[in-house]
């Protein structure tokens, strides 16, 4: 019999963040993301999507629920203005997170055999769709920030 935990280990923090960089270029009308940043916050982006006026979306990947819980302790989770992204998502393996269980304001992406989708997205009518409204208030220094310095690594 395949524990809990063993039902969610199928891929690894890092593919999860692959699939999720591709997702959020290829799904969520941003056209340029990066992956895997640190800012001066000490926060680890995994996933920084951007878009046209002021459309960033945050993917926050999680392989565990005891990882996803210890999120929340997070001063810029407490504080959501001190993070980024102005939408923001977790993306997990299928059932790790229920939508019952997320924070206010955030939506869950699902992973099932290599395939993402998006299962509660909080600022957009339809789950598919690309029309965003509200959002957080967020750290767009941080997020300037983020870009310049990934955008200074492309020469």
């Not at 945050?58 to 565990?64: H, Q």
């Not at 989770?77 to 304001?105: A, Q, S, T």
Request: charged share 30%; aromatic share 10%; glycine share 6%.
């Amino acid at each position: 019999m395949i524990s809990q935990m063993q039902k969610f280990i199928t891929m690894t923090h890092n593919e999860l963040v692959d699939l999720s960089h591709k997702f959020v270029l290829k799904n969520m009308s941003c056209g340029f993301a990066v992956k895997e940043i640190k800012t001066v916050e000490k926060e680890i982006v995994d996933v920084l999507g951007f878009g046209a006026h002021n459309h960033s979306i945050l993917i926050e990947v999680k392989v565990s629920r005891q990882d996803f819980l210890k999120d929340a302790k997070k001063s810029f989770r407490k504080n959501p203005e001190e993070g980024v992204g102005k939408y923001r998502f977790y993306c997990c393996p299928k059932d790790l997170i229920k939508i019952e269980d997320l924070p206010n304001n955030w939506g869950l992406i699902y992973c099932e055999n290599n395939k993402l989708e998006i299962v509660h997205n909080p600022y957009c009518k339809s789950l598919k769709g690309n029309i965003y409204t509200g959002g957080f208030n967020y750290n767009k220094d941080v997020e300037r920030a983020i870009m310049y310095s990934a955008l200074r690594r492309q020469k």
